[in-house]
């Protein structure tokens, strides 16, 4: 009887389940290492039990609640809303192991970005999984999972709290102007440093952010509040921007053939004309990717790129806050942080600043780097009303949490002042249609 020598492929089905698998193997691992917050670990724990969540989870979900909407307006109604829809998204959670909260958080934007790329001139040569981890970073990764019909993209789960409160902090440092017609935010800088003087709250609850993810682990450990309605809007506008653009990157990765090249091919081909380690040139590809998707999206909901830019550049800002608060605790003084798999975050604002023609209005663009001139002063007016303290913290002991501390890499922090004065430019990407 002749055999049949004909290569097998893998069913649908089958490739997604050796997908599912590598992304439950991350988790246990993470969650092995005790890189999960207690609530989290008793969630994992109980999942690899066969049981379904518990009253605990339900306490962590609360708390996630409590600081996207502060505790003075944390409604019945908002809790049961929330909860329907995690319980709807839950029937197409892959993993064990996944936070219900955030892969419906996860879910809801990678809707919108497909919605984007459905007319786009490019889009993922796979599907994609979506998972959480502790990760260390305020970012994401897309991983190649040696699977023909999947790739893997994991968020931190803390990186979109973070965004949260990340935006609430710097849309609270706009003062509240109000006249008989409207109410607004000023954003003559002068007004918003007498401001920020006058209340210092609002440094303190960005401290406060930054302590929760770098001590405690995690930014929903910060006390959660609510701003008023006009800056709570505008907090809603570079939350959205920034979580839109940290999944968007990570789909530009999975689109751009980011993940089908070998160490070698990179090691050749990457930074060469630069003088860039390794793999710089596709974060730069894959930040200009997400801007643009992520722009686009909040454009189909009626904001102006000049305005939602500034989100963008301000989920930046936080990894460069991150950084800068990991480094005093850690060594007493801030000290550049560079490593090969990513650029630090200053000269990915530069690179990007350098590629906005996409917006196609010379107007929109000179408004919305005006505006994230004056984010980038404001981030500044809290980094040294934060500085002192962080100081006096790492003098009394104080310490980031272990995930956070990476090897310091003098040699590569020695390229950067060049490369900031010249950022490296870049060809066609753009990725909407004309």
């Known amino acids: 009887m002749p055999v049949d020598d004909t290569p097998q492929t893998k069913s649908p089905d089958a490739s997604r389940a050796e997908a599912v698998a590598v992304l439950e193997t991350l988790q246990l691992e993470a969650f092995d290492r005790g890189e999960f917050s207690e609530g989290e670990a008793r969630r994992i724990q109980d999942a690899r039990e ?7 989870f339900f306490d962590q979900f609360l708390q996630h609640m409590g600081n996207a ?10 809790v049961k809303d929330a909860l329907q829809n995690i319980n709807v998204t839950a029937k197409e959670i892959e993993s064990r192991f996944e936070d219900p909260t955030w892969f419906s958080l996860m879910k809801f934007l990678a ?32 991983i190649d999972i040696n699977n023909k019909d999947y790739y893997l993209i994991v968020i931190d789960n803390g990186v979109m709290g973070f965004a949260n409160m990340l935006a609430k ?17 000023s954003s003559e800088i002068g007004e918003i440093k007498r401001y920020l003087d006058e209340n210092p709250k609002v440094s303190m609850r960005l401290l406060d952010l930054l302590c929760a993810y ?16 006009p800056t709570m809007r505008f907090a809603e506008i570079y939350r959205d921007t920034m979580e839109l653009f940290v999944l968007s990157h990570e789909y530009g990765h999975c689109t751009l053939d980011h993940l089908c090249q070998s160490e070698k091919a990179e090691s050749e081909a990457d930074g060469q ?19 643009q998707v992520a ?18 550049e301000m989920i930046f800002h936080g990894f460069e806050l991150i950084e800068r608060t990991v480094s005093v ?23 990007l600043r350098d590629r906005t023609s996409f917006m196609q209005n010379a107007e929109r663009e000179a408004a919305a780097k005006q505006l994230v001139q004056i984010v980038n002063d404001i981030v500044e007016i809290h980094w040294q009303k934060m500085y002192p303290i962080l100081l006096k913290m790492h003098s009394d002991g104080m310490r980031p949490r272990p995930r956070w501390v990476e090897t310091y890499h003098p040699e590569v922090a020695k390229l950067l002042e060049p490369i900031l004065a010249n950022p490296p430019g870049g060809g066609d990407s753009s990725v909407m249609p004309a």
């Open 169 to 185: 902090a710097i849309a609270s440092s706009f003062p509240v102007l109000s006249d008989k017609d409207e109410i607004r935010l």
């Open 50 to 56: 066969g049981k379904a969540p518990d009253q605990a």
């Open 69 to 78: 909407f502060g505790t003075a307006e944390f409604t019945a109604q908002v």
């Open 214 to 229: 770098v001590i405690v682990g995690h930014p929903h450990a910060s006390e959660p509040y609510l701003p008023p309605p």
């Open 111 to 142: 809707t919108r970005i497909d919605t984007i790329l459905e007319d786009a001139t490019k889009k993922p040569s796979r599907k994609i999984i979506f998972g959480t981890l502790p990760t260390g970073q305020v970012n994401g990764a897309a």
């Open 329 to 351: 605790l850690q060594l007493g003084e801030v000290r550049r942080n560079i490593v090969d798999s990513h650029p630090p975050a200053e000269l990915r604002r530069a690179v």
């Open 295 to 312: 722009l686009a999206a909040m454009a189909a909901q009626g904001f102006d790129m000049s305005l939602t830019y500034a989100g963008v």
């Open 273 to 291: 004309e630069a003088g860039l380690p390794p793999r710089w040139l596709k974060e730069f590809e894959a930040d200009d990717f997400g801007t």
